[in-house]
T-cell receptor, first 115, second 113 residues
Framework: GNSVTQMEGPVTLSEEAFLTINCTYTATGYPSLFWYVQYPGEGLQLLLKATKADDKGSNKGFEATYRKETTSFHLEKGSVQVSDSAVYFC??????????????FGSGTRLQVQP | SAVISQKPSRDICQRGTSLTIQCQVDSQVTMMFWYRQQPGQSLTLIATANQGSEATYESGFVIDKFPISRPNLTFSTLTVSNMSPEDSSIYLCSTHPGLDTQYFGPGTRLTVL
């Protein structure tokens, strides 16, 4: 079946360190891929997305590239800040022609950035 | 984009009671979704609600426990019935006005004593 696997957290980094959060997926067809972020005490926000192979989503210094050959969508940021401390969720949505339009989420990865 | 509001934002309820959560979208949408996020966990889809038809429930969720209404294209409710402490979670509604991007409401934080 369709699923999303994320690296387990928490991930603890010092400010200005490089961040990678791994995400791989299994899905029938070619899903769209997303990263959502949940800051402490807040709701879920879309961080970035990619809808086809080799697309790169980017936002707020974060990037992720849709790699069909490795079925991956790893999240990266060159220099993290304390304000990036949050839980990050990788997610996919089935192709339009399946008629099933709900998101499948990974387990979430908590990022803690220390000053 | 879509702006989604939920009511209540949080509640503390007694075991055995029921709570109805409201979700309002600022535009007409075909599909609305209800998710549950248990403490420290990821989001799990409860059901998909289309206007004018019965909601479609995911494995492990049943209509008697989580009845859903979808009276029009901008509104839905989820009721958590006969609550137990295991129902303590954040409940989120969401929709996607376009082909892909899905937007979420702020969530309803439910604590069952």
């Amino acid at each position: 079946g369709n699923s999303v696997t994320q690296m387990e957290g928490p991930v603890t980094l010092s400010e200005e360190a490089f961040l990678t959060i791994n995400c791989t997926y299994t899905a029938t067809g070619y899903p769209s891929l997303f990263w959502y972020v949940q800051y402490p005490g807040e709701g879920l926000q879309l961080l970035l997305k990619a809808t086809k192979a080799d697309d790169k989503g980017s936002n707020k210094g974060f990037e992720a590239t849709y790699r069909k050959e490795t079925t991956s969508f790893h999240l990266e940021k060159g220099s993290v800040q304390v304000s990036d401390s949050a839980v990050y969720f990788c997610a996919l949505i089935w192709p339009v022609d399946t008629g099933r339009r709900a998101l499948t989420f990974g387990s979430g990865t908590r990022l803690q950035v220390q000053p | 984009s879509a702006v989604i509001s939920q009511k209540p934002s949080r509640d503390i309820c007694q075991r055995g009671t029921s709570l109805t959560i409201q979700c309002q979208v600022d535009s007409q949408v075909t599909m609305m979704f209800w998710y549950r996020q248990q403490p420290g966990q990821s989001l799990t889809l409860i059901a998909t609600a289309n206007q004018g038809s019965e909601a479609t429930y995911e494995s492990g969720f049943v209509i008697d426990k989580f009845p859903i209404s979808r009276p029009n294209l901008t509104f839905s409710t989820l009721t958590v019935s006969n609550m137990s402490p295991e129902d303590s979670s954040i409940y989120l509604c969401s929709t996607h006005p376009g082909l892909d991007t899905q937007y979420f409401g702020p969530g309803t934080r439910l604590t069952v004593l």
